[in-house]
């Protein structure tokens, strides 16, 4: 099953199943809020809290995918006001913050067309439980902007809550960043993907689900995903740059730097591990400049890549077979 070049420029068009080899944490979609009034500046929060420190309850963070790309720490610019799934009675036990969402969501939600948004005003129209049950009790998350260039998760603080712009792996495991920040992974984007504009939109559904998994993670993974986000993370600090602008500087040819050369050399180690851990030793990774379909990248040569794809595509396809047999009158469409 081999793929012509052309796969590396649009979707592959081609039924996958969901992937089940390896250990996998779950992805998942954050929070639609609906209704800018819900969100606050930083201030507004601060000052919320001092008048009564029980809106710490529901007050946090805001993650979307700008601030994840665009700030140097990957933090939060907002805040957010957060009634998770209480009923109104409990909600009005905080006044103010009630009386905010009162006043400057409730009237656009009486607008909207579905009955649930219109009847449960005060709460987010997707509150994702199957994504706050996956990370309770955790301390970090990856995370990744679902419109980006850039394409890169990173890992974030639980604790805040996380926008709709923004696909959440629950797992903190550096050997899984490892493997989300590979070329291999890329890779699987670049030909699953769709795209907007110039920029790719990533769907946990239709990209992470439907890319088999090395069967285990391995401690070189381990150790050089935790290598590549340290070092990344110091040079970010220390240029003051976001994810975007730093992978610019990264896909530059011109840019010789020592701290880039240097993050360079940490994703040609990240992807020879993780090739390893497929059993790929086979594969020459020959890293270096080369056209994709976000121009410029350091990443394989076309063949490399097209090579990963048939051997992603033949393992998803095993994993069909697999399921297949495992269904008694059931229906697995691949």
């Keep these: 099953m081999n793929f012509s070049t052309s796969a590396l420029k649009s979707p592959l ?15 998942y979609i954050g929070s ?82 579905r009955k649930v948004y219109r009847d449960y005003w005060w709460q987010y129209a997707e509150k994702r ?15 990744v902007a679902l419109v980006s260039r850039t394409v890169m998760p990173v890992a974030v603080p639980t604790g805040q809550v996380f926008s709709h712009m923004l696909g959440i792996f629950a797992t903190s495991e550096m050997s899984h960043l490892a493997l989300l920040d590979s070329g291999i992974h890329g890779a699987w984007v670049e030909a699953q993907a769709s795209t907007l504009e110039t920029r790719i939109r990533y769907t946990p559904s239709d990209v992470y689900e439907t890319m088999p998994h090395p069967v285990e993670a391995t401690s070189a993974m381990d150790s050089s995903g935790i290598r590549l986000a340290d070092f990344r993370s110091l040079v970010m600090q ?21 701290d880039i050369t240097s993050i360079r050399r940490f994703h040609r180690e990240v992807n020879e591990v993780v090739a390893q851990a497929y059993g790929w030793e086979d594969i020459s990774l020959e890293h270096d400049f080369f056209d994709t379909r976000q121009g410029v990248r350091f990443t394989f040569p076309a063949k490399t890549r097209i090579e990963i794809l048939d051997r992603l595509l033949e393992l998803n396809h095993k994993e069909g077979k697999s399921q297949k047999r495992l269904e008694v009158g059931g229906g697995v469409l691949f």
């Design 13 to 27: 068009g081609i039924r996958l199943v969901s992937g089940k080899r390896g250990k996998r944490p779950g992805a």
């Design 32 to 113: 639609y809020v609906l209704g800018k009034g819900f969100i606050l500046s930083p201030e507004q929060a601060e000052d919320l809290i001092q008048r009564d420190t029980r809106n710490k309850d529901v007050l946090f963070p805001y993650l979307n995918g700008e601030d994840l790309n665009s700030r140097p720490d990957c933090s939060a610019s907002r805040w957010v006001i957060n009634f998770h799934d209480w009923p109104e009675e409990r909600a009005r036990e905080y006044p103010e913050v009630f009386d905010i969402v009162e006043r400057y969501v409730k009237p656009e939600r009486m607008k909207n067309n």
């Design 129 to 143: 439980p199957a994504m706050l049950k996956a990370l309770r009790g955790q301390d970090r998350v990856l995370a």
């Design 238 to 258: 220390d240029r003051q740059l976001g994810l975007t602008k730093l992978y610019n500087l990264i896909h530059d040819p011109n840019i010789i730097d020592l």
